[in-house]
């Protein structure tokens, strides 16, 4: 892990003199100039690669073949990944097809990539997803109308992470704004988790303290290279934690508010995480308590429901603050609901992890709740 700026100048350092690297982007970063920076430290670097910058947004399977496609036309050995999570994801499913036989989709799940992928080094360009830090990648698989999970443990992670903070400057308010909401909902979502344990517990609390930090000052102006750098760090951390430990129902309710109504995945976390933290309060006040600690809140003579209360308050505010919002009307969604969306949730590894179990009719509450 390296961090700060100017420590991607450091990416050469990755790679063997023999390696020949696609870097695997999308048209977003290329114009940015991130790309340009991260070839001309590896022409620096005498690194041998060549540029893939077809992802498209919340990567669907034909882009991640065709980048699978250019690696073996272009006789590549390693992979570099550089742009947000949809990139970083595509880079690590492009990977499992490289080394992996069959069709992307008969590796959805948990432990069916066999193979490990080829060298892959992650620079991400927005502080939310965490997935350079995770065992994770997450397809947008539009014909079967799922949000499609591979989770392949040490065999799809990255083995080398460049945090460089200059990689957010010009990131859009907007776009600053979803991924930190992201990343407080991996960090929130894990500390709660039924399987949270001393290491993700620390990582979560600590990423909660630089998202209430930094996360404004980001939005404020993404050249302040501190409050990039302290986002970048928690996005990693929170990664890191839930990767660990799971996720909880505001991530069961995101993925097919995505899939479905087509909304972003940082929009769809913002939206439900302080309602699944009000429904997960009575069986996670203590986890909730250590979070208003970490966001700086005085809780010195509070219970710790009414200090849960203050972190779920705390949390509300902030994410009305930089303008994300808390109903469908307000995201110009049509929500109508469909059991289908229940059924979908109830078979998600998140309702073994959420503190609280949900029943059906719980979960289409809480789906009709932003209505």
């Given amino acids: 892990m390296f961090f700060g700026s100017g420590c991607q100048q450091k990416i050469p350092t990755a790679f063997s003199a023999s390696d020949k690297v696609l870097v695997i982007t999308d048209p977003g970063v290329s114009k940015a100039g991130i790309t340009g920076r991260v070839c001309d430290a590896l022409h620096a670097g005498a690194i041998a690669h060549d540029v893939f910058e077809g992802v498209e ?125 992201d990343a407080l909902s991996h960090a929130l979502e894990a500390l709660a988790s039924k399987g949270c344990q001393p290491f993700a517990r620390g990582a979560a609390l600590e990423a909660v303290r630089l998202i209430f930090a930094n996360l404004e000052q980001l939005i404020a102006d993404s050249g302040n ?93 902030l994410l009305s603050r930089i303008g994300l919002p808390s109903t469908y009307k307000d995201m110009h969604v049509n929500f109508v609901f469909d059991a289908t969306l229940a059924d979908e949730v109830m078979a998600m590894p998140v309702q073994k992890c959420n503190p609280r179990t949900a029943s059906a009719q719980e979960i289409e509450d809480l789906f009709m709740t932003p209505a």
């Avoid at 069916?112 to 080094?121: F, M, Q, Y």
């Avoid at 990255?158 to 704004?177: H, S, T």
């Avoid at 087509?262 to 250590?290: D, Q, T, W």
């Fill in 57 to 181: 947004p919340e990567a669907p399977p034909a882009c991640i073949t065709s980048a699978a496609q250019t690696y073996r036309s272009l006789g590549c050995s390693a992979l570099l990944a550089v742009g947000g999570g949809s990139v970083i994801d595509a880079a690590k499913a492009a990977g499992v097809l490289l080394t992996n036989p069959g069709e992307l989709a008969s590796y959805y799940g948990v432990g069916n990539v066999k193979k490990p992928i080829p060298p892959l080094v992650a620079v991400p360009t927005t502080a939310g997803t965490g997935s350079e830090m995770t065992d994770a990648a997450v397809i947008n698989d539009q014909q079967r109308q799922l949000k499609a999970g591979i989770r392949g443990g040490p065999m799809v992670m990255a083995k080398a992470i460049f945090l460089e903070p200059r990689n957010l400057a010009g990131i859009p308010p907007a776009v600053a704004a979803e991924s930190g909401a």
């Fill in 225 to 317: 290279e501190k409050a990039a750098t302290d986002m970048l760090i928690a996005s990693s951390l929170a990664g890191h934690a839930f990767n660990n430990v799971g996720l909880g129902l505001a991530h069961g309710l995101a993925h097919p508010l995505g899939a479905h109504f087509h909304v972003s995945h940082g929009k769809a976390c913002a939206l439900y995480l302080p309602i699944i933290m009000r429904f997960n309060a009575v069986a996670a006040a203590e986890a909730y308590r250590l979070a208003a600690m970490a966001m700086d809140l005085d809780i010195s003579r509070l219970s710790s429901q009414q200090a849960a209360e203050s972190a779920i308050a705390a949390v509300e505010d």
